[in-house]
């Protein structure tokens, strides 16, 4: 199984900055993708940023301000947000689709979340 523990949400003025970090930890066999998801209230979670073993890809409300960068040897992944806006107050989700074993097919994995709060 895979574990997820994010950190890093906070409250931050428009403008500002917050770095989220999500490490994975338990028993398996590989981590194919890491992703960072959010929900807002009276929304439905929506997917931010995705990174594979290729180019890493956005949604369009956050190109040019998110980063997205993984550490494998850490199994941790990490989104960047800079130029913070009201519309990106959120619970902010860590998302691994993993293999458990060599054999099993793979599967997502979450973590608890973490609210990032954008004041204007």
């Known amino acids: 199984q895979v574990q997820l523990v994010e950190s890093g949400g906070g409250l931050v003025q428009a403008g500002g900055s917050l770095r989220l970090s999500c490490a994975a930890s338990?028993?398996?066999?590989?981590?194919?993708?890491m992703a960072w998801y959010r929900q807002a209230p009276g929304n439905q979670r929506e997917l931010v940023a995705i990174?594979?073993?290729?180019?890493?890809a956005y949604a369009d409300s956050v190109k040019g301000r998110f980063t997205i960068s993984r550490d494998n040897a850490k199994n941790t992944v990490y989104l960047q947000m800079n130029s913070l806006k009201s519309d990106d107050t959120a619970v902010y989700y860590c998302?691994?689709?993993?293999?458990?074993?060599?054999?099993?097919?793979?599967?997502?994995?979450w973590g608890q979340g973490t609210q990032v709060t954008v004041s204007s």
């Open positions: 338990g028993t398996f066999f590989r981590i194919n993708a």
């Open positions: 990174t594979t073993n290729g180019e890493p």
């Open positions: 998302n691994a689709q993993a293999r458990v074993t060599l054999s099993s097919r793979t599967s997502d994995y």
